[in-house]
T-cell receptor, first 114, second 115 residues
Framework: AQSVTQPDIHITVSEGASLELRCNYSYGATPYLFWYVQSPGQGLQLLLKYFSGDTLVQGIKGFEAEFKRSQSSFNLRKPSVHWSDAAEYFCAVRESGGYNKLIFGAGTRLAVHP | NAGVTQTPKFRILKIGQSMTLQCTQDMNHNYMYWYRQDPGMGLKLIYYSVGAGITDKGEVPNGYNVSRSTTEDFPLRLELAAPSQTSVYFC??????????????FGPGTRLTVT
């Protein structure tokens, strides 16, 4: 069965530091992968997505993610974190059954110290 | 475009009461979804719809019902509310077949407490 694992439940970084959030997926074929961000009290906003092609994808708010098939990973990165990046981040994979259904990881909550 | 809208934002129910969570999208999306979000659990799919009149169960459908009479609206019905249904509920939508854009667009959520 398909699954998404986000190993880090909670991460704290200092403002200006670099960030990497981990995501591992289980899927036989080439996956469709997404990163969403949820600010406190808000809905989910798409940061970036990977379908095919270049394995390094750029998203909004200065985020990028790299697809590594050999490691079944799709880690999210940002070179310099801002206090406004404090939020919960979800990795998701599109289900093979279609209808654009998504399987989400449990999320990583990011705290940013000034 | 308003995108995906949900009402109410907050609601407190007593055990055994019923209510309907409303969801509307103005992007002419064929596919719509209902999720619940519990701490540390990510989002779990309750029901989804691929068009007006067509709905199907997701991972956690027990205790819920849905209908889809129009493209725009996808209400979620809770019958006989239980404390286990205390959660944040999100509605989402996406394009259907024939498009290459697979992402879902989310509403702001409804925070429901059952006591």
């Amino acid at each position: 069965a398909q699954s998404v694992t986000q190993p880090d439940i909670h991460i704290t970084v200092s403002e200006g530091a670099s960030l990497e959030l981990r995501c591992n997926y289980s899927y036989g074929a080439t996956p469709y992968l997404f990163w969403y961000v949820q600010s406190p009290g808000q809905g989910l906003q798409l940061l970036l997505k990977y379908f095919s092609g270049d394995t390094l994808v750029q998203g909004i708010k200065g985020f990028e993610a790299e697809f590594k098939r050999s490691q079944s990973s799709f880690n999210l990165r940002k070179p310099s974190v801002h206090w406004s990046d404090a939020a919960e981040y979800f990795c998701a994979v599109r289900e093979s059954g279609g209808y654009n259904k998504l399987i989400f990881g449990a999320g990583t909550r990011l705290a940013v110290h000034p | 475009n308003a995108g995906v809208t949900q009402t109410p934002k907050f609601r407190i129910l007593k055990i055994g009461q019923s209510m309907t969570l409303q969801c509307t999208q103005d992007m002419n999306h064929n596919y719509m979804y209902w999720y619940r979000q519990d701490p540390g659990m990510g989002l779990k799919l309750i029901y989804y719809s691929v068009g007006a009149g067509i709905t199907d169960k997701g991972e956690v459908p027990n205790g819920y019902n849905v209908s889809r009479s129009t493209t725009e609206d996808f209400p979620l019905r809770l019958e006989l509310a239980a404390p286990s249904q205390t959660s944040v509920y999100f509605c989402a939508s996406s394009y259907g077949t024939g498009r290459t854009s697979y992402e879902q667009y989310f509403g702001p959520g409804t925070r429901l407490t059952v006591t």
